[in-house]
């Protein structure tokens, strides 16, 4: 089997990142192109995801499932909390200028990782979703810029929301099909990891910013096509800190799946992301929702 890399979540500490990789071949600063996709880390790693509706919001189980979070757990649930800014422009926002709204990980409870044989075994129901509620939610002591708990003020996504697909969209489409990769993937650092410096230099905007890229979809039959939607990644896709960031149907708003693994070190080839629109992620998504106070459209 080839190696097989998770879109890893990106250390926190800004400047720092876990692996050695290029940028998102092809891809450009998205702005307020796709203002519902956020930035997220538990203080420890982080990783990409996408508001669908004020209190919800769809993510990666590899991002946080095995991870603890330094803000401590939902009083009530004893889920991990994490935090999410919809900045585009994170990395040059000053600290105490961060908005952040701090929610309820909950992880697909089938969700294993490297649990099996190949590459069949390596990653299954990686799909995860925040609740933003104020219910068991408190905003740890000591952090910079403005912090809450709760819904998501519709100002800050201006109105817009990703979309779940419908069950089985992705058996509908064809070979070639346009994907819109959207994340806070790393842009630029030195081979063989560690921020960039000597013959690597540092680009302003080339981590912690949101990017997007497109690409298009490899028609697959294989052993994990009922789970993840394989596509190209040599002009367009994604790498690490892209994780839990949406493959969206080319044009649409419409989550395909959410950003898994690439196949090597160098984020080129070929990635694999989780299917969304399968009756067990998109049951998951909503028991969660209905039972933790969240709402979907």
């Keep these: ?36 996709v956020a930035y997220l880390d538990n203080g420890v790693f982080a990783c990409s995801g996408t508001l669908v509706s004020p209190t919800v919001l769809i993510t990666a ?15 009530v649930t004893g889920a991990s909390l994490v935090r999410a800014t919809f900045d585009p422009n994170l990395i040059n926002t000053p600290r105490a200028q961060r908005v952040w709204f701090f929610g309820s990980y909950y992880f697909d409870p089938q969700f294993t990782l490297r649990g099996g044989g190949g590459l069949p075994g390596f990653d299954t129901h990686d799909v995860a979703v925040v609740i933003f509620t104020a219910q068991g939610c408190a905003v740890p002591p000591n952090q910079m810029g403005t912090n809450s708990c709760g819904p998501i003020p519709a100002g800050v996504t201006q109105s817009k929301y990703g979309a779940l697909p419908t069950q089985g969209l992705v058996d509908t489409l064809p070979m070639g099909t346009g994907v819109d990769f959207v994340g806070f993937g790393v842009q630029n650092f030195v081979n063989g990891g560690g921020p960039c410096g000597g013959p690597c230099k540092p680009v302003a905007g080339d981590r912690f910013t949101r990017f997007f890229a497109p690409s298009t979809l490899i028609a697959s039959d294989n052993s994990i096509s009922d789970e993840f939607i394989k596509y190209h990644v040599n002009k367009g896709g994604t790498c690490f800190g892209d994780s839990g960031g949406p493959d969206l149907l080319g044009g649409t708003n419409i989550i395909l799946a959410d950003n898994s693994f690439v196949t090597n070190g160098q984020c080129n080839g070929v990635g694999y992301s989780y299917r969304i629109d399968t009756p067990q992620a998109l049951n998951f998504i909503r028991a969660t929702v209905a039972a933790h106070g969240g709402s979907l459209p």
Excluded: E
Excluded at 16 to 25: D, E, H, K, L, Q
């Design 61 to 75: 189980a590899h991002c946080f499932g095995d991870s603890t979070s330094a803000f401590g757990k939902n009083s």
């Design 1 to 36: 089997m080839r190696r097989v890399l998770l879109l890893a979540a990106l250390c926190v500490v800004f400047g720092a990142v876990p692996a050695s990789a290029p940028a998102i071949t092809g891809g450009q600063p998205d702005g307020n192109g796709h203002p519902y």
